[in-house]
């Protein structure tokens, strides 16, 4: 029988749910008890009172990703069934240091008891969660998955694969029973490939296969076989990329073997498709986090009420619950955009979102106003995917072809650097958002027989589909190839030509995961954010920015049942707010926004501090000539959108 390439349980959110891991922790939270506290902690109940309450705060002393949360939880309720333990973020979330992850409330004996033990499980699991991010980081670029292997600390195996999940990777086999992987030891015992193949497949026909190999010559024997997957192991980059050109995409391909966050890159640009890394589980180093007993408040509340009238603080949607709690506006790109051109009275503007949202903002501000951003590391790794000089250089090989300025309209998404929405104000055309896209298109199309978009591919796409224009007339233009990599008559022939951009964040939602979904909840409706692959936005029940998937859930009836592509933040704020739903994330590894999430309340707390001392901390400004031109293009995008 054929075997399916993506295995069911590789997409199905049974792999992470908060009961497994709890389930499964139970009894190591049993022996580090035993092996811990035994008939008590004999400092704390010398030291203090029984009936003395405590609060604690558990928070990040270096940035990375938090996993383990259920299972602190499961430890302190264990150890002080009073114990009060409230988790501030998700698990899978970024944080950076100062973060507030997690309060507890309760008896200070078994506060002070579990204390230890929580923070070991937490502090190993982020750790694994936060190096995969950094793997998963270093191939964000490209299609490829990173995959964790069966490396991991005896006993530990569901909790460490799942804060592999948490950091945004996916999970090889979980045992020796749930797919086969022949590998050299079977294959030199059985006398060969083929005959440890098909030993394989006549022994359990219902099981994926994955065969090891170690040559190309190899390779060509086991791309004529049955199997789900090759391993490619410990080859080098040139021989790498020679097995991706002969397999030609008949089998996927997994590279095994030197693999770190120094080589991960070159690997994955080879063109395989999975990376596996041993080093995710058994190499990690703990994540450092401290339980202090604290009733510190937040400075943000009096620093906003000393400052008053004068100051404004925008957040965008992705932003997490303890930062966007003090914005006087939140909203998409688009609604921000219009909320900053309407702050005419406020001497300050601080941005919580990324440093393209906080420029738009300084162009649409009005005379003596400042704009600021608690972090000038908040970039967007999507407004990085098209520069000023490779937009220009496709302009003119445009224009070696077409009438360009009477042909050719040009559209930036607003995920995009001001000199792009400048080059956009110059040349006719405007700014959009995944609000006002189609909107925008319509109004160039009219103009203009031609589109040129830039960055975001899925977006453009998307929307160009919407709205009827065949696949045929749209093409993807490679800046890195001349012409886009085109002839001359497909350009001319073509209505919609995409950039080669994309989001990381809404990339990682794939086709299985919708069909997963379906066929776990019946009566789910899928409903993603316009910048996921056309793959996902054609299986979706609806696709729509940020505010417009806020809007239909706070439509629906108790009982509805969502499944949401876009970053994880909103969705878990969603799901907060509307318990009487199940609402869920169509990704079952967390769809994170790492620059997003570079915005921290200390850093918040810092600029507003600056500014009750008259001091501007990280102003954001804008040349005079880009800023005027990038309004012209940003004005036109607010026209359309009436």
Same mark, same amino acid.
């Given at each position: 029988?054929?075997?399916?390439?993506?295995?069911? &349980?590789?997409?199905?959110? &049974?792999?992470?749910?908060?009961?497994?891991?709890?389930?499964?922790?139970?009894?190591?939270?049993?022996?580090?008890?035993?092996?811990?506290?035994?008939?008590?902690?004999?400092?704390?109940?010398?030291?203090?009172?029984?009936?003395?309450?405590?609060?604690?705060? /558990?928070?990040?002393?270096?940035?990375?990703?938090?996993?383990?949360?259920?299972?602190?939880?499961?430890?302190?309720?264990?150890?002080?069934?009073?114990?009060?333990?409230?988790?501030?973020?998700?698990?899978?979330?970024?944080?950076?240091?100062?973060?507030?992850?997690?309060?507890?409330?309760?008896?200070?004996?078994?506060?002070?008891?579990?204390?230890?033990?929580?923070? @070991?499980?937490?502090?190993?699991?982020?750790?694994?969660?936060?190096?995969?991010?950094?793997?998963?980081?270093?191939? *964000?670029?490209?299609?490829?998955?990173?995959?964790?292997?069966?490396?991991?600390?005896?006993?530990?195996?569901?909790?460490?694969?799942?804060?592999?999940?948490?950091?945004?990777?996916?999970?090889?086999?979980?045992?020796?029973?749930?797919?086969?992987?022949?590998?050299?030891?079977?294959?030199?015992?059985?006398?060969?490939?083929?005959?440890?193949?098909?030993?394989?497949?006549?022994?359990?026909?219902?099981?994926?296969?994955?065969?090891?190999?170690?040559?190309?010559?190899?390779?060509?024997?086991?791309?004529?076989?049955?199997?789900?997957?090759?391993?490619?192991?410990?080859?080098?980059?040139?021989?790498?990329?020679?097995?991706?050109?002969?397999?030609?995409?008949?089998?996927?391909?997994?590279?095994?073997?030197?693999? @770190?966050?120094?080589?991960? *890159?070159?690997?994955?640009?080879?063109?395989?498709?999975?990376?596996?890394?041993?080093?995710?589980?058994?190499?990690?180093?703990?994540?450092?986090?401290?339980?202090?007993?604290?009733?510190?408040?937040?400075? /943000?509340?009096?620093?906003?009420?000393?400052?008053?009238?004068?100051?404004? /603080?925008?957040?965008?949607?992705?932003?997490?619950?303890?930062?966007?709690?003090?914005?006087?506006?939140?909203?998409?790109?688009?609604?921000?955009?219009?909320?900053?051109?309407? $702050?005419?009275?406020?001497?300050?503007?601080?941005? $919580?979102?990324?440093?393209?949202?906080?420029?738009?903002?300084?162009?649409?501000?009005?005379?003596?106003?400042?704009?600021?951003?608690?972090?000038?590391?908040?970039?967007?790794?999507?407004? *990085?995917?098209?520069?000023?000089?490779?937009?220009?250089?496709?302009?003119?090989?445009?224009?070696?072809?077409?009438?360009?300025?009477?042909?050719?309209?040009?559209?930036?998404?607003?995920?995009?650097?001001?000199?792009?929405?400048?080059?956009?104000?110059?040349?006719?055309?405007?700014?959009?958002?995944?609000?006002?896209?189609?909107?925008?298109?319509?109004?160039?199309?009219?103009?203009?027989?031609?589109?040129?978009?830039?960055?975001?591919?899925?977006?453009?796409? @998307?929307?160009?589909?919407?709205?009827?224009?065949?696949?045929?007339?749209?093409?993807?233009?490679?800046?890195?190839? !001349?012409?886009?990599?085109?002839?001359?008559?497909?350009?001319?022939?073509?209505?919609?030509?995409?950039?080669?951009?994309? $989001?990381?964040?809404?990339?990682?939602?794939?086709?299985?995961?919708?069909?997963?979904?379906?066929?776990?909840?019946?009566?789910?409706?899928?409903?993603?954010?316009?910048? $996921?692959?056309? &793959?996902?936005?054609?299986?979706?029940?609806?696709?729509? +920015?940020?505010?417009?998937?806020?809007?239909?859930?706070?439509?629906?009836?108790?009982?509805?049942?969502?499944?949401?592509?876009?970053?994880?933040?909103?969705?878990?704020?969603?799901?907060?707010?509307?318990?009487?739903?199940?609402?869920?994330?169509?990704?079952?590894?967390? +769809?994170?926004?790492?620059?997003?999430?570079?915005?921290? !309340?200390?850093?918040?707390?810092?600029?507003?501090?600056?500014?009750?001392?008259?001091?501007?901390?990280?102003?954001?400004?804008?040349?005079?000539?880009?800023?005027?031109?990038?309004?012209?293009?940003?004005?036109?995008?607010?026209?359309? +959108?009436?």
């Amino acid at each position: 029988m054929k075997r399916e390439d993506v295995r069911r &349980e590789d997409v199905r959110r &049974e792999d992470v749910r908060r009961e497994d891991v709890v389930e499964a922790a139970g009894p190591l939270i049993e022996l580090a008890i035993a092996e811990d506290i035994g008939p008590g902690d004999a400092t704390s109940e010398a030291v203090l009172p029984a009936e003395l309450e405590l609060h604690a705060r /558990i928070v990040a002393k270096e940035a990375g990703v938090v996993a383990g949360l259920p299972v602190a939880e499961a430890i302190f309720s264990r150890v002080g069934p009073a114990l009060r333990f409230t988790a501030r973020v998700q698990d899978g979330a970024w944080v950076e240091p100062g973060d507030l992850v997690a309060e507890v409330v309760g008896p200070g004996w078994g506060m002070l008891a579990a204390e230890r033990i929580a923070l @070991n499980f937490l502090q190993r699991l982020s750790g694994i969660a936060t190096l995969t991010r950094a793997f998963v980081d270093g191939v *964000a670029d490209t299609d490829v998955t990173i995959l964790d292997t069966r490396k991991t600390h005896p006993g530990y195996r569901v909790l460490e694969k799942y804060a592999v999940r948490m950091g945004g990777g996916q999970n090889h086999r979980m045992s020796l029973h749930d797919m086969m992987m022949v590998k050299d030891n079977h294959i030199d015992a059985a006398g060969g490939i083929t005959a440890a193949v098909e030993r394989a497949c006549s022994a359990h026909p219902d099981l994926p296969i994955e065969v090891e190999v170690r040559t190309l010559d190899e390779l060509r024997e086991a791309l004529g076989l049955d199997v789900n997957r090759i391993m490619l192991d410990n080859m080098g980059l040139d021989e790498m990329r020679e097995a991706v050109r002969i397999s030609a995409g008949r089998v996927k391909l997994e590279a095994s073997g030197n693999v @770190n966050l120094e080589t991960v *890159a070159a690997i994955a640009a080879t063109g395989v498709d999975y990376i596996s890394v041993g080093a995710l589980t058994h190499s990690a180093p703990a994540l450092d986090l401290s339980m202090k007993i604290s009733n510190l408040q937040s400075p /943000i509340p009096a620093l906003k009420s000393q400052l008053g009238d004068s100051l404004v /603080i925008l957040g965008h949607h992705y932003q997490k619950d303890g930062v966007i709690q003090f914005a006087d506006f939140r909203g998409d790109s688009l609604k921000l955009a219009r909320d900053a051109a309407k $702050c005419r009275e406020a001497k300050y503007i601080v941005f $919580c979102g990324v440093h393209f949202m906080a420029e738009t903002a300084a162009i649409l501000a009005q005379p003596g106003q400042t704009v600021l951003i608690p972090d000038r590391e908040a970039g967007c790794p999507l407004a *990085a995917m098209a520069d000023l000089e490779d937009v220009e250089r496709a302009w003119a090989q445009l224009g070696e072809v077409l009438d360009v300025e009477s042909d050719v309209m040009p559209i930036t998404y607003v995920n995009s650097a001001t000199a792009l929405k400048a080059f956009c104000g110059r040349h006719g055309g405007l700014v959009c958002t995944s609000s006002n896209a189609q909107a925008a298109l319509t109004w160039a199309l009219e103009r203009r027989p031609r589109v040129l978009f830039f960055p975001d591919q899925h977006l453009g796409r @998307n929307t160009a589909k919407r709205m009827g224009i065949p696949l045929a007339e749209m093409l993807l233009w490679n800046p890195s190839r !001349p012409f886009g990599g085109h002839e001359t008559a497909a350009l001319q022939k073509a209505r919609i030509l995409l950039w080669r951009g994309f $989001c990381s964040t809404h990339q990682r939602f794939l086709p299985e995961h919708v069909m997963a979904w379906r066929e776990r909840e019946p009566g789910i409706r899928v409903i993603v954010h316009p910048e $996921c692959m056309m &793959e996902v936005a054609d299986l979706a029940d609806e696709a729509g +920015s940020t505010a417009y998937i806020i809007r239909r859930v706070e439509e629906s009836s108790p009982g509805a049942k969502w499944a949401i592509g876009t970053e994880f933040n909103l969705v878990n704020r969603l799901k907060e707010e509307h318990p009487e739903q199940f609402i869920v994330s169509l990704s079952p590894e967390p +769809s994170y926004c790492r620059t997003m999430n570079l915005i921290t !309340p200390d850093k918040l707390a810092r600029v507003l501090e600056g500014l009750g001392q008259g001091k501007v901390v990280n102003p954001v400004t804008v040349p005079p000539d880009v800023a005027r031109d990038a309004q012209v293009a940003l004005e036109r995008m607010l026209e359309v +959108s009436q």
